[in-house]
């Protein structure tokens, strides 16, 4: 995963769950260290992609090199709608 695709997990992180990567962890049924990976090198694997996906993170947004506008952070979907009504003064 490149740097830019790791910072914007990490920014999802952040902002999502507060930064508390454990929480992440737990809604995709992984540990800990698996997210810490993928924060740090490591590709996250496909089934993981659509999780993330129903998690609200807009995965074009995620693997996209053209951009790091953070409005685009959030899927269209019931969860990333939740997501992006709740946070969106946070991403102004």
């Not at 490149?2 to 902002?15: C, G, S």
């Not at 990333?80 to 946070?87: S, T, V």
């Amino acid at each position: 995963m490149d740097q830019n695709t790791r910072i914007k997990l990490n920014t999802f992180v952040e902002l999502v769950y507060d930064g508390q990567v454990n929480r992440l962890a737990e809604e995709l049924h992984v540990h800990r260290s698996t997210v810490y990976r993928w924060l740090d090198s490591s590709d996250v694997g496909m089934s993981y992609l659509g999780q993330l996906l129903d998690l609200g993170l807009d995965i074009n947004w995620l693997v996209s090199q053209h951009t790091m506008d953070l409005k685009g952070m959030f899927a269209d979907n019931d969860k990333g709608r939740e997501l992006r009504e709740k946070h969106f003064k946070k991403l102004k």
